[in-house]
Each structure stands twice: as structure tokens, then as C-alpha cells.
């Protein structure tokens, strides 16, 4: 057999052996997603849905101050809870990779910081209900210890609970690929930098935090991508008082405006892989996957 057959012979192994995995994507990925593009151009009315192709659904969205409004807000949602999501995943990962010396206690403290992550995100979201509420524990430890005079109001139901369900929801999302960046860090660096006079500031901006970008990269785009399209969290802990994008979807799909629904979605996933793209323009995340 000729160098060209055997070649030809490899190609087609190769692509018998990728093909599953196509068709698998194919239909459980890029078919949803097409069949989403192709119902957001269809017309509706206040019964039903039908085949059409119009630009008035992607023209409201575009032209509307409500999706403006309702987009910054779930960028507010979203900046504020990758920042204290980044600051709590990236403290947690530095404790467990460079100040726990036992690997058995570093997989322990790990488990156990996944313990709360084994329930349900509702039940975990719902859980701060009774704690934030106005008569809720940490309104009562407040007063008790003469901290306030009445009870904060803004705990609950309100942009701060948001947020704060957001953190305790995701964090763990931050924690594991940093952590799993951190423990790749030769730690003979670290000892180089402290030979040559660097205090643990300067080791911690200039070794440990660049080395650590790829694990706190691909953590954002987990944060990014989930807090932009939820929408379960902002109903229960706003109290119904603020809106999000995948609020929004989730309403119209409550009102059969499954076409407006389409647009909305595709919208919001062009807005997620444009600021996902831009991420991955700072980092070369290939390293870790």
C-alpha cells in the first residue's frame, strides 16, 4: 500500500472514530441551538405561536430600555459575585495548596468544603431565608449583642441577598480549578523567590497569582456563565423586587411567547461567548483542560 493510501487509511480511522462524539454534539448541542435562532424570527400572538420570519422580536430587545436595564442588572449580579467568588475560591485554594503540608488533609479539608454542595442549589438558596429574614437569626444576634435598634430590612429580598445566594451557590466553582492550578505550581519557584530576598507579598503577586490565572480564568467563565442565565435565585431572594435576563426569558416562556423567548436567548448567548472570548484573549487556558 502507497504512503497516500495508508494517509487515507488514517483519515477515515480518525474520522470513524471522532464520529460518535460528532453526532452526539450535533444533536444534543448545535440542533437545540438551531432550532432556538430558527423559532426566534417566528411570530406569535396571544394564543400561539407559528412559523414567520420577522426581526421584531431581536428589534424590541434591541431597541427596549427594559432589556438595557434588565441586562445591567444582571451584570451588576454578576460582576459582584465573581469578585467575592474569585477573593473566597482564590484565599480557600492558597490556604489548602500551600499552607495544609498533609495531602490526606488537604483532600479532607476539600471534601469537606464540598459537603454543602452535595443537597440542591434550592434548598442551599432557601436555607438563607430564615437566617436573613426580619425575624430571622442574624437580625436576633444583631440586636441581641446591641449592634442595631431594628432589624435590617435590606438582608432579605433584596440585591445584597441576591448576591449573596449568588456566592454561596458558585464559589465552589472558583475554589476547585484554582486549587487545581495551585497544586501544580513547583514549589521550588516559591523557594527560589524567597532565596533571592522576596517577601510573601512579592512571591504572592509575582509567582503565585500569574502561575494561578488558567484555574481563576476558567472559574470565571463558570461564574459568568452561570449567573447570567439564572434566574430561580433573583425570584426567590429579591422577593420578586429585581429581574435578571433568564428572569425574563423564564416569564415569557410562562406566557407562551416562546418566539420572544428564542430572541431572548440568543441574545444573551451571544453575550455570554463575547465576554467569554474576551477572557480568553488574556489567558491560554488549552494548558489546563
Not at 5 to 16: F, K, V
Not at 65 to 70: D, E, F, G, M
Not at 107 to 117: D, G, Q, Y
Request: charged letters at 10%.
Amino acid at each position: 500500500m502507497t504512503l497516500k493510501g495508508l494517509i487515507s487509511a488514517s483519515e477515515r480511522t480518525s474520522w470513524l472514530l471522532v464520529s460518535p462524539l460528532v453526532l452526539i454534539l450535533a444533536f444534543f448541542l448545535v440542533l437545540p441551538i438551531l432550532t432556538i435562532v430558527v423559532v426566534s424570527f417566528w411570530n406569535y400572538n396571544e394564543f400561539t405561536f407559528f412559523p414567520d420570519f420577522i426581526f421584531d422580536n431581536y428589534a424590541y430587545l434591541l431597541t427596549s430600555q427594559v432589556t438595557l436595564s434588565t441586562y445591567l442588572k444582571t451584570l451588576k449580579f454578576m460582576v459582584l459575585t465573581w469578585i467575592f467568588c474569585t477573593a473566597i475560591g482564590f484565599t480557600v485554594a492558597y490556604f489548602l495548596a500551600f499552607h495544609v503540608r498533609s495531602l490526606g488533609a488537604q483532600v479532607a479539608l476539600f471534601l469537606l468544603c464540598t459537603i454543602p454542595f452535595w443537597t440542591s442549589n434550592i434548598i442551599r438558596m432557601i436555607s438563607w431565608i430564615p437566617f436573613l429574614g426580619r425575624n430571622g437569626l442574624a437580625n436576633s444576634a444583631l440586636i441581641s449583642m446591641g449592634v442595631i435598634d431594628e432589624p435590617l430590612e435590606w438582608l432579605l429580598f433584596s440585591d445584597f441577598a441576591v448576591v449573596l445566594a449568588f456566592v454561596h451557590l458558585y464559589v465552589l466553582f472558583m475554589v476547585v480549578p484554582v486549587f487545581n492550578t495551585m497544586m501544580r505550581i513547583d514549589k521550588s519557584l516559591i523557594e527560589a523567590a524567597r532565596d533571592a530576598g522576596a517577601n510573601g507579598f512579592q512571591i504572592l503577586t509575582n509567582v503565585v497569582i500569574p502561575l494561578s490565572k488558567p484555574g481563576i480564568m476558567i472559574g470565571s467563565i463558570f461564574i459568568v456563565t452561570l449567573v447570567m442565565g439564572d434566574f430561580i435565585t433573583v425570584r426567590f431572594m429579591s422577593g420578586g423586587q429585581s429581574a435578571s435576563v433568564g428572569r425574563v426569558i423564564s416569564n415569557e416562556i410562562a406566557l407562551l411567547q416562546y418566539p420572544s423567548a428564542a430572541a431572548s436567548a440568543v441574545v444573551l448567548l451571544c453575550t455570554v461567548l463575547l465576554m467569554i472570548a474576551v477572557m480568553l484573549r488574556f489567558v491560554d487556558i488549552r494548558k489546563e483542560l
